[in-house]
């Protein structure tokens, strides 16, 4: 199958973390921008098998439970990617559907309301020496395993990487990803989101889908702080909380973001105590509810570890400390924007984790 060949080439990198489950880097493609949008993830598609991916996504849309709705949404989608939809997204959707011998309308409505699925981990740390890193849990409540979909792809111009990101087959936005030298985001759901409708009418209003806003940021905003600017001002279709890292010390930030703006804005600052940031699915002062206080054991595991130890691999520790992963962890994304070439992601063996009450769906 062509997807065990895609593991068994990775098999060769070198592994510095270390942890006693069997995680593994995820397969890592390449995408060119210099082709038109319409044909770039067609050679990465191809290397998936196509019943499989099919039923992938049917699987996804069947999420939406209401079939009025559901039928809404599809019209919405279509329109949407006819009249609104900006390029490259438009292009690399249509492409996309043409490739897996989808509808426009079912590959673009799983582009846009991913967003509002996904609840995660984002941290950001400041060793003594000022070094950052950013890593994050990406969690799915889902009663699919989206393991096999997830990808990292280096986006290349000119021969050159210009970002890197993670995301899953058939997705052209990205919620975690790097600009090489400059920084890294890292995007986790706010829970007003389950409520798609708003999405959706928030879209028709010209907001811009988070995960596209990400692409766009990490491909032009020139450094951190023009970054961080970016993604605390534009309108968005989706609260969301955006985690942004970059290369030297102190430059490190948490946004809550309402969809026409800011809500809450949380820096690094070491000399006031804060040499790391995390963030979970819930705003900061706000009760995390006691069945999912991932904030309180990331943040215990991180004042036991200490800034004097942490590095790379401590931070998976962290990741990997019960009740901060979670059985619905699917993969674990470590980057640190001044060293590019370490970006990986690992796929999380975490199905025998506690698991959380909630039931995740669509509305
Ligand atoms: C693709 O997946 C289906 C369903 O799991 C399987 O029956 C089929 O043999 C696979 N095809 C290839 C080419 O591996
Ligand atoms: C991806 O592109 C980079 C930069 O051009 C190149 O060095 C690398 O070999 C390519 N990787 C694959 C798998 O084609
Ligand atoms: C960091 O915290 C110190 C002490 O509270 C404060 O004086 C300083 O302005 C803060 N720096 C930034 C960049 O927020
Ligand atoms: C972590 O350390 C800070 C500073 O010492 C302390 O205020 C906080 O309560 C600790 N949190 C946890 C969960 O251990």
């Given amino acids: 199958m062509a997807w065990l060949g895609v593991l068994l080439l990775l098999g060769s990198c070198s592994f510095t973390y270390t942890s006693e489950r069997k995680d593994y880097a995820v397969p890592r493609f390449n995408i060119s921008l210099d082709l038109p949008p319409e044909e770039r993830w067609k050679p990465i598609i191809e290397q998936y098998n196509f019943t499989e991916l099919q039923r992938y996504m049917k699987h996804l849309l069947s999420l939406i439970k209401d079939h009025w709705l559901k039928s809404m949404y599809f019209i919405m989608a279509d329109m949407y990617l006819d009249l609104l939809a900006p390029e490259p997204y438009a292009g690399e959707i249509r492409g996309i559907a043409k490739s897996f011998g989808l509808k426009t309308s079912e590959v673009t409505l799983i582009n846009l309301f991913y967003e509002t699925v996904m609840a995660c981990t984002s941290i950001i740390t400041e060793t003594k020496e000022g070094y950052i890193y950013h890593g994050r849990n990406m969690d799915l409540y889902f009663s699919i395993d989206l393991r096999k979909l997830v990808m990292d792809v280096d986006f290349i111009r000119n021969g050159q990487i210009v970002y890197t990101g993670t995301t899953f087959t058939g997705i052209v936005g990205l919620y975690t990803g790097q600009s090489p030298h400059k920084f890294t985001i890292s995007s986790n759901a706010r829970e007003d989101n389950q409520v798609l409708w708003k999405n959706a009418l928030s879209l028709l209003l010209r907001r811009y889908p988070v995960s596209w806003l990400i692409r766009d940021t990490l491909n032009s905003a020139p450094d951190f702080n023009s970054a961080v600017e970016i993604l605390s001002h534009t309108e968005i279709t989706a609260e969301m909380y955006l985690t942004i890292a970059g290369t030297k010390p102190g430059e490190g930030v948490a946004i809550t973001r309402d969809r026409d703006g800011l809500a809450d804005v949380l820096n690094l600052n070491v000399s006031d105590g804060r040499w790391f940031l995390v963030q979970t699915n819930y705003d900061r ?56 070439e370490d970006y990986v992601s690992f796929i999380r063996n975490s199905m025998n984790y506690p698991q959380l009450p909630k039931k995740r769906y669509i509305t």
């Fill in 285 to 340: 002062e706000t009760l995390h509810p006691p069945h999912d206080n991932r904030m309180y054991y990331a943040t215990q595991a991180l004042n036991s570890t200490g800034q004097e130890n942490i590095n790379k691999d401590s931070l998976y520790k962290v990741l990997s400390t019960q009740n901060v992963i979670t059985w619905g962890t699917v993969h674990t994304t470590m980057m640190s924007a001044a060293s590019p």
